[in-house]
């Protein structure tokens, strides 16, 4: 299974953040729609990866608050990525070397999503699950041999 067919599923909805925004509209997209991270793009580059781990570093280092703090100063600037192409159980090997959560996935120099750790282990369960499925049909419907007469042998 690749990256692609976890894209494919999920649908391309994408969000994105200005590596100059405020920490506090970031947050506050995050919050809205219910996100655990956003890809930060400058000028159609990608830049950099925020997530709910470097909002919660940020709040704690300012004492509670995020202050004026721009997204900058807080996002991953080397985030690991992928492309549609890669391997799922490489993605998998690759999020737990770096405990990364979520990773873009490239085409060239072009964003084509993100996925998550949630979306990578629900690929392999949902592909274990299919395997069991066909399993267990292969095996119920295994042909019975008939039993053999002792004289023909």
Partial sequence: MKVSDILRVK?????TVSPD????????TMSERDIGSLVVM???ELTGMLTF??????????????????VRSVMDDHPLTCTPETEIDEVRRMMLGRHA????????RTLM?????YDVAK???DGQDFENRMLKAYIRDWPVEEPRDEQTL
Avoid: C, W
Avoid at 101 to 108: D, F, K, L
Avoid at 113 to 117: A, K, L, N, P, R
């Fill in 11 to 15: 649908g391309g909805t994408l969000f």
């Fill in 21 to 28: 925004q405020p920490l506090q509209e970031a947050v506050n």
């Fill in 42 to 44: 400058d000028h159609g």
């Fill in 53 to 70: 781990r470097e909002v919660i570093q940020a709040i704690v280092k300012n004492g509670g608050a995020l202050g004026n703090t721009l």
């Fill in 101 to 108: 959560r979520y990773m873009p996935v490239m085409s060239q």
């Fill in 113 to 117: 999503g993100v996925i998550s750790f």
């Fill in 123 to 125: 690929a392999v369960v």
